[in-house]
């Protein structure tokens, strides 16, 4: 196993930390392959060799997270105030499944540089970190930041990056819902697999709440297969979810009600006893009420 130091060269020569290394960590024309022979103070080697070697960790495997974390946090103790090793130590505590302590250290970091978060990858993870922890209204923000910048992330990011952003903006309400037809038409494009199962449900129900129900039902009928509910049941599909949890039974009613009216009422009912102050309430008691009566909503507008 490389040392840290040996890592750190190893990433700076192969340029694959150019698009998070700090400025500390750079020379005059933003290149760093000098910057150790450039730096007098011991300290910042170790500083740098700790920051690249806390984001390469971060680009590996989830099980790497720990040690990313251990290795933002000695950045941290040897410059401490550098919005580089904040921001490290959130997208790491966000890895491990603990977005409340993400989400108090990346606003730290963008506190100390308002520019830390505006890379892609990061602004991904604290797009996540505020939908995950209930800050809708500012979750909106990010991915709207981030989506116009998305083509540098990898396709399977790019598409879960857009299905969130339509999830997220959906579930603030009517006055977003435009803005999420548009992101889960870009996850649909992007997407495959587990996230286009569930773009797809996401797309069917945007639909349906902005009065487009024929659209919607086409959409349902070509392209989604199968009970909805074992799509949204997956690992990767609660993943996505997570944004936006409420809506999960949502997804899975506006396409049961094609075929299991007993199922979709379930599922609507579901959805109210956890949403019941949901901007989209009113359009949920609509399709349970019809469905109630023994056949589909007609689909409320407005």
Known sequence: MLSPAALAVSLLASGAWSSVRPPECADDHGRSANVWERAKLPELRRYCDAIAGSSSRLAGTAIMAQSALEMAREAERLLPGRAAS???????????????????????????DPRALDQPVVLLVWARVLARTGHS???????????????????????????????????CGHETLDEAVAALRLAMRWSQDDVEAVAVLALGLALDRRAEAAEARMLLSDRAHGDPRGALATERARELLA????EGPALAAIALEATDLGGARDAWQEYLDGASSSPWAAHARAHLAALTRGRPAARPGR
């Open 243 to 246: 944004v936006a949890p409420a």
């Open 137 to 171: 209204d500012e979750a909106v923000e990010a991915y709207r930041a981030l989506l116009p910048r998305a083509g540098s992330l990898s396709i399977a990011e790019r598409a879960a990056a857009a299905l969130e952003a339509g999830l997220t903006a959906m579930a």
């Open 86 to 112: 904040r921001v490290l130590e959130g997208r790491a505590l966000a890895a491990l499944g603990r977005p409340d302590l993400a989400l108090a250290a990346l606003r730290e970091g963008r506190a100390r």
